[in-house]
């Protein structure tokens, strides 16, 4: 039912987009990915299973370690109204990250421009993680899974040749990958059963490698928590 409601959605979507070509222009085609460019860090291969823990990434249950520039969100509590621009540039700020801690009091930070920034007691009260809490936002969204940008999975990455055992939980999860990314028809039925290409099955057998990405700000970044698998292709 979870599986008939979303779809119902995505089509009424696609319905009031295709019914409104004033607002959304006209759509002749849609390729199998926007081809927007991004720049993310690959953190993820193919046949690897990767679980994130209070923001540390494991593959196959061993830490993956982040990298020097990794930055996560921090509540920062001033003791004056502003920091003196030189200690800004200093420390390696970008200005606009600045301009929205004075807004909402919330920066990104290096784990070295945190440690840094704690050093200027004399500007400074307090620094504390920012804590990611679930939205309907992250991949998969049409499955509850409970997971946070921080707290994630564990989920497996498609691998060439690889099979999996299709269920209604994880089918969320692969069902991007099985219809767009690889181009099957897959439907649910009402009594449970999974159609690929109008055969009931259980299982799937991946076509292409798949890869998991995260921009090294974690916490402003729209990456594979938020649109799932990226295909070699």
């Given at each position: ?130 804590e990611e809490r679930e939205t309907g ?51 649910v039925t009402q009594n449970g059963k ?17 890869y998991w990405m995260q921009g090294d ?17």
């Open positions: 039912q979870q599986h008939q409601y979303y779809q119902m959605v995505y089509n009424l979507g696609k319905k009031a987009i295709m019914a409104t070509p004033n607002a959304y222009g006209k759509i002749d085609t849609r390729p199998v990915d926007r081809r927007e460019n991004y720049v993310k860090r690959c953190v993820g291969l193919p046949g690897q299973t990767l679980q994130i823990k209070n923001r540390v990434i494991y593959l196959d249950g061993k830490i993956n370690p982040d990298a020097e520039n990794v930055q996560y969100k921090y509540n920062v509590e001033l003791k004056t109204s502003y920091l003196p621009e030189d200690i800004c540039y200093e420390l390696g700020l970008n200005m606009s990250d600045v301009k929205e801690m004075y807004q909402y009091g919330t920066i990104p930070l290096t784990k070295a421009a945190k440690a840094a920034l704690e050093k200027q007691t004399a500007y400074i009260s307090s620094i504390t993680p920012v936002m992250l991949y998969p969204q049409n499955g509850y899974t409970g997971w946070t940008s921080d707290n994630y999975g564990p989920i497996w990455i498609p691998k060439k040749g690889e099979k999996i055992m299709l269920t209604m939980e994880n089918l969320p999860i692969y069902e991007r990958p099985i219809r767009v990314y690889e181009g099957n028809t897959l439907e999974i159609l690929i290409n109008g055969k009931e099955t259980t299982e799937y057998t991946f076509k292409m490698d798949y700000n974690r916490h402003c970044s729209a990456d594979s928590r938020y649109w799932g698998f990226v295909p070699e292709d």
